[in-house]
């Protein structure tokens, strides 16, 4: 029962991380709030049941059992606060990407010229952070959960855009490793939130092979970024030609 329960505890998270809420689940399993909240109270569920779930969160079923078992790396988001200061320090902010990505202490120092103890100051941060977990021997392990983001409109996502935007675009996508889509056309607002949810399930495939990569050496993996959007917009060079609303 203590698997079960801890099951459960990370559904109850995920919800929670996705900004979803115990009347969203009985709607899309088309119970009340009140049977749903019961079955939550009394760890009360099918397989069925939960692979609905997490359907619904744009999760396998498979991505919520590793959630659990990893259920010691619970930092999912920093703090606005946390963000800022990481983005304001240029070595807090390269050694947070090494981490994030897998880099061993080792990776670091034979990717970077950097001062040895000024490295150290700002591993130990992220220790404190809760980021990682600074072993003996400068071993570092990775805290954050499987699925940690930046904050919508953080400090971090600010800086991305407006340091990395223009670079990352500046190409032609004409490499084999590289890859731009662009699509237009008119969707409902459940069409929408369907794609929104397909995103997600991207987003959650792009964690997953790169905890799955992790043990291969670092000399075969290549820093990739992924870039997926979708928003309601047009064009601002046609409003002289759009009519008036209404």
């Known amino acids: 029962m203590a698997q ?7 559904l109850k998270q995920q919800l929670k991380v996705r900004g979803k809420t115990y009347a969203d689940v009985a709607k899309h399993l088309a119970l009340s709030e009140a049977s749903v909240k019961r079955m939550f109270a009394e760890e009360n569920f099918t397989v069925v049941r939960l692979e609905d779930i997490c359907q619904m969160l744009g999760l396998e079923f ?3 059992v590793l ?5 010691r790396n619970t930092v999912v988001k920093l703090t606005y606060e946390q963000e800022q200061h990481i983005v304001s320090d240029s070595l807090l902010l390269l050694l947070t990407v090494c981490v994030t990505n897998g880099y061993s202490y080792e990776d670091i120092t034979d990717h970077y010229q950097l001062d040895p103890e000024e490295c150290q100051s700002k591993l130990n941060l992220l220790h404190r952070l809760n980021i990682i977990d600074l072993l003996p021997g400068n071993r570092i392990k990775l805290r954050i959960s499987a699925n940690f983001s930046w904050l919508p ?3 971090i996502q600010h800086f991305f855009q407006k340091s990395v935007e223009k670079e990352f675009f500046n190409v032609n996508f004409d490499n084999s490793t590289e890859k731009l889509i662009v699509l237009n056309g008119f969707l409902t607002e459940t069409g929408n ?3 929104q949810k397909k995103m997600q399930q991207l987003a959650n ?3 997953q092979l790169c905890q799955q990569e992790k043990s291969q050496p670092l000399a075969q993996r290549q820093g990739t970024s992924l870039v997926v959007a979708v928003r309601q917009w047009q064009y601002t060079l046609f409003d002289r030609y759009r009519k008036p609303k209404g």
């Open 4 to 10: 079960a329960s801890s099951l459960i505890l990370t």
């Open 62 to 64: 498979s991505e919520l």
């Open 67 to 71: 959630l659990m078992t990893n259920k």
């Open 153 to 155: 409109n953080g400090p």
């Open 193 to 195: 939130g369907n794609i």
């Open 205 to 207: 495939d792009f964690h």
